[in-house]
């Protein structure tokens, strides 16, 4: 067991901090898992360099916030069916999370979290960004936060594999379309305005990815209002942005970040290894 010093430092006034002290591939004291669960609530995402683990240390860490999560459509590391690969090779023009995003926010309970181990990088590129749905929240006036308390959205998976709202270079083929079959066709209705159950703070808990109008609504009358929440949370001073290195570690709050993984490396691999954690009840 580590003799633990952990310093977390802020990488933005909003979210996202780097931790310090901790060496992932040894247990931690339980005090050491508690102050990185806290920095975890309070800044939506954390940072690790340097950590070099092996998938079982990976597993080992992520069973420490809960019981682990596995999706269904995404490809599995060999003989560790609860990591999953997040790749692009050098032959494929899409990438896995290239557009703002909460993951699974399209099932009842998505993910905690997801913590990501980079196995091989880009030589440039291939950042990923993440926004404070919390700050988001806090942001909007005093009306527009009454007017969306009480009203909800639907969260279809679907949404992120119709064409119209996919650039060129993320088109879905109809055979893929077909192989991911009923998983599809998965959707959810959430509260708009969400609680984080460990922090209490209130979190806009809509996504352009997956959230395809308001409950009771049309599209057509909910785009306008989703658009002004996605500008609102999505704009610069609500976010921050990860330069990868080998043996980064990245763990996001799933349930008051949303992420944005860059796809400006085509031509060139990159993997990362996911383990996710089983989500929590966010309503409020
Ligand atoms: C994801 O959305 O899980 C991918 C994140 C990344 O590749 O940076």
């Not at 650039?167 to 077909?178: D, G, I, N, T």
């Not at 395809?212 to 999505?234: C, H, I, M, N, Y």
């Given at each position: 067991?580590?003799?633990?010093?952990?310093?977390?430092?802020?990488?933005?006034?909003?979210?996202?901090?780097?931790?310090?002290?901790?060496?992932?591939?040894?247990?931690?004291?339980?005090?050491?898992?508690?102050?990185?669960?806290?920095?975890?609530?309070?800044?939506?995402?954390?940072?690790?360099?340097?950590?070099?683990?092996?998938?079982?240390?990976?597993?080992?860490?992520?069973?420490?916030?809960?019981?682990?999560?596995?999706?269904?459509?995404?490809?599995?590391?060999?003989?560790?069916?609860?990591?999953?690969?997040?790749?692009?090779?050098?032959?494929?023009?899409?990438?896995?999370?290239?557009?703002?995003?909460?993951?699974?926010?399209f099932?009842?309970?998505?993910?905690?979290?997801?913590?990501?181990?980079?196995?091989?990088?880009?030589?440039?590129?291939?950042?990923?960004?993440?926004?404070?749905?919390?700050?988001?929240?806090?942001?909007?006036?005093?009306?527009?936060?009454?007017?969306?308390?009480?009203?909800?959205?639907v969260h279809a998976k679907k949404k992120a594999l119709q064409a119209?709202n996919?650039?060129?270079?993320?088109?879905v083929?109809?055979?893929?379309m077909?192989?991911i079959?009923e998983a599809a066709e998965e959707q959810?209705?959430?509260?708009?305005?969400?609680?984080?159950?460990?922090?209490?703070?209130?979190?806009?808990?809509?996504?352009?990815t997956y959230?395809v109008?308001?409950?009771?609504?049309?599209?057509?009358?909910?785009?306008?209002?989703?658009?002004?929440?996605?500008?609102?949370?999505?704009?610069?001073?609500?976010?921050?942005?990860?330069?990868?290195?080998?043996?980064?570690?990245?763990?996001?709050?799933?349930?008051?970040?949303?992420?944005?993984?860059?796809?400006?490396?085509?031509?060139?691999?990159?993997?990362?290894?996911?383990?996710?954690?089983?989500?929590?009840?966010?309503?409020?």
């Amino acid at each position: 067991m580590q003799n633990n010093k952990i310093e977390v430092r802020p990488v933005s006034n909003c979210v996202g901090a780097e931790i310090t002290g901790v060496d992932l591939a040894d247990p931690l004291t339980e005090s050491a898992y508690s102050e990185i669960r806290q920095a975890l609530c309070k800044w939506g995402v954390i940072f690790f360099r340097d950590q070099n683990i092996t998938p079982e240390q990976h597993l080992s860490f992520g069973q420490k916030f809960g019981d682990l999560h596995l999706s269904k459509t995404i490809g599995k590391v060999p003989g560790h069916p609860m990591v999953a690969e997040v790749r692009k090779e050098p032959d494929q023009t899409r990438n896995i999370g290239g557009n703002w995003h909460t993951d699974h926010s399209f099932v009842e309970m998505p993910p905690l979290g997801s913590i990501l181990v980079a196995r091989e990088l880009p030589e440039t590129g291939g950042d990923t960004l993440f926004a404070n749905m919390s700050a988001a929240y806090d942001a909007l006036s005093e009306g527009m936060q009454k007017t969306l308390s009480g009203m909800s959205a639907v969260h279809a998976k679907k949404k992120a594999l119709q064409a119209s709202n996919l650039s060129a270079e993320r088109q879905v083929s109809a055979k893929e379309m077909a192989e991911i079959g009923e998983a599809a066709e998965e959707q959810f209705v959430h509260p708009v305005v969400a609680k984080h159950p460990e922090t209490g703070r209130k979190i806009l808990y809509v996504n352009p990815t997956y959230t395809v109008r308001f409950d009771g609504w049309t599209e057509r009358e909910s785009k306008p209002l989703l658009q002004f929440l996605f500008d609102q949370a999505g704009g610069p001073e609500n976010t921050c942005r990860f330069r990868w290195q080998k043996d980064s570690v990245v763990f996001w709050d799933n349930r008051s970040v949303w992420h944005y993984a860059l796809n400006d490396y085509h031509g060139q691999r990159r993997l990362l290894h996911r383990v996710s954690v089983a989500g929590s009840d966010v309503r409020a």
